[in-house]
């Protein structure tokens, strides 16, 4: 009967230490995944360094892409993944024996690097330019484009639609259709206010095609409204940008308004 409750306890003490061991494996794994370089630097700290000798902004909805190099974005998903997991365990989430969460932290981490927020680490996508051989000057309605993006206060998705009109001229550049909606979610992967955002898709297609005019309007559902806050599930946020003729032309600014309320 001795010699039986030693087995048990033996048993017991030996999955006891092989858990033991292994939680100890997982943190020591846990510690060497962040890429460091110089000195032994997390990496973003080496990026933030090199943004800052060249005195550029890296504020949320600005893109960083100049200053990463080849290979570091996966070294950043690692830095994030622990920093994450730093965040689930101040949060009192079980890492360890729930399922759910096991591997939550890595998963996170390259939800906001390699998608949410990929615009703020990837370059400009290549748009291809035509001539106006046609010597096109009619409106061009593009949209709706769906929107996929997060506010920069507290990281709650913003979900909506964007149209764009274009007023080309005999001498603008033309792109193809899919190039409107490859820019638009370039410019919303990141942490955005809509005001700004919509400003900003304004300046791009402004400097890419020279239009006579650009029009912008977006309509988007606000989590941060419907989710937390006020809890207002039915308030949206409709915003417009009207440039060169669009802005000084009423007939032509209505039509493309006018046009939107039949989409």
């Known amino acids: 009967m001795a010699t039986k409750k030693a087995v048990v306890k033996s048993a017991g003490k030996t999955a006891s ?3 033991s061991k292994k939680t100890s494996a997982r943190k020591a794994t846990a510690k060497k995944v962040v890429k460091k370089e110089d000195g032994g630097l997390p990496l973003s ?50 890492t360890e024996s729930d399922h759910n969460t ?22 400009q996508p290549t748009l291809t330019k035509f001539p106006n051989v046609s010597r096109l000057n009619e409106l061009m309605i593009i949209g ?4 996929r993006s997060a506010c920069s206060h507290h990281l709650c998705p913003i979900m909506g639609r964007i149209w764009i009109g274009v007023l080309p001229s005999k001498d ?38 020279k239009p006579i005019g650009v029009a912008i309007v977006m309509d988007a559902d606000h989590f941060c409204m419907q989710w937390r806050g006020v809890k ?14 669009f802005l000084k032309d009423a007939n032509l600014r209505r039509e493309f308004l006018s046009l939107l309320e039949r989409r």
Request: glycine share 4%; hydrophobic share 45%.
């Open 17 to 19: 230490t092989a858990a």
């Open 45 to 94: 700290v080496v990026i933030r360094r090199r943004i800052e000798a060249q005195k550029a902004r890296f504020h949320a909805n600005d893109n960083i892409s100049a200053f990463i190099k080849p290979g570091e974005l996966e070294g950043l998903v690692d830095e994030v993944a622990e920093k994450m997991q730093a965040v689930l365990e101040s949060l009192v989430i079980d």
């Open 102 to 123: 096991l591997n939550t932290s890595k998963r996170v981490a390259k939800m906001y690097v390699q998608e949410v927020f990929n615009g703020r680490y990837v370059v």
């Open 144 to 147: 709706p484009i769906t929107v």
């Open 172 to 209: 603008s550049a033309l792109i193809g259709l899919s190039k409107y909606s490859r820019l638009t979610e370039w410019v919303m992967c990141r942490p955005q206010i809509q005001e700004e955002a919509v400003v900003e898709l304004a300046d791009m297609l402004e400097k890419k095609i």
């Open 232 to 245: 207002d599930r039915d308030s949206k946020m409709v915003n417009s940008v009207m440039r060169g003729a």
